[in-house]
């Protein structure tokens, strides 16, 4: 089934080890994005690509990095975790429509870091 | 760049009543609004969306309605149901834009039975 997969949906750790949250789509879409949301709060886009070898920074500064060595792939790493990087990481994913660029979100990553 | 702004923060109905979120942009290009709907602890899923061809949409108990001229879209749910009770992001975004989808704040939606 088409979706976008998020792992690990739950991950305590920490403070100063090195993290990457994984992200894949199946869905065949260009465009992905990963989003930073304390629950049930505003969504804070901190990375955004438009296809493999594209990316770029969102709205928040974040001190996290991106790849996109693969169409279906956009992991997020963190070198050093610290407790202010404790949130909700929602990964979404777009395939550009005519007119619109519908976003489909996969069902996040708890990050907290101790 | 785009700004949406959101309202109100929170709303409590009850069930059967209409509830009402509206959302303002700033950037006249835009083209396209998207809603999304976040249940407790689920990821955010699309209920609705609009373009700016078209000045109103309905589907079942949700509509979405558009005033290009002031800038503002709203959603509007009849018949409220326990299970709407959910946080709702409205959206914005334009054609060709490298940056997709600017969300508002989020409403807090309470449907008391």
């Known amino acids: 089934e088409a979706d976008i997969y998020q792992t690990p949906r739950y991950l305590v750790i920490g403070t100063g080890k090195k993290i990457t949250l994984e992200c894949s789509q199946t869905?065949?879409?260009?465009?992905m994005y990963w989003y930073q949301q304390d629950p049930g709060m505003e969504l804070h886009l901190i990375h955004y690509?438009?296809?493999?070898?594209?990316?770029e920074k969102g709205d928040l500064s974040s001190e996290s990095t991106v790849s996109r060595i693969r169409t279906e792939h956009f992991p997020l790493t963190l070198e050093s975790a610290r407790p202010s990087h404790t949130s909700q990481y929602l990964c979404?994913?777009?395939?550009?429509?005519?007119?619109?660029?519908?976003?489909?979100f996969g069902p996040g990553t708890r990050l907290t870091v101790l | 760049g785009e700004n949406v702004e959101q309202h109100p923060s929170t709303l409590s109905v009850q069930e059967g009543d209409s509830a009402v979120i509206k959302c303002t942009y700033s950037?006249?290009?835009?083209?396209?609004f998207p809603w999304y709907k976040q249940e407790l602890g689920k990821r955010p899923q699309l209920i609705i969306d609009?373009?700016?061809?078209?000045g109103e949409k309905k589907d079942q108990r949700i509509a979405v309605t558009l005033n290009k001229t002031a800038k503002h879209f709203s959603l509007h749910i009849t018949e409220t149901q326990p299970e709407d009770s959910a946080v709702y992001f409205c959206?914005?975004?334009?054609?060709?834009?490298?940056?997709?989808?600017?969300f508002g704040s989020g409403t807090r939606l309470q449907v008391q039975p």
């Open positions: 979404a994913s777009a395939r550009p429509g005519l007119e619109t660029d519908t976003q489909y």
């Open positions: 869905m065949g879409h260009d465009k």
């Open positions: 690509s438009y296809g493999v070898n594209s990316t």
């Open positions: 950037d006249s290009a835009s083209n396209y």
């Open positions: 609009i373009r700016s061809n078209v």
């Open positions: 959206a914005a975004s334009k054609r060709a834009g490298r940056r997709a989808l600017t």
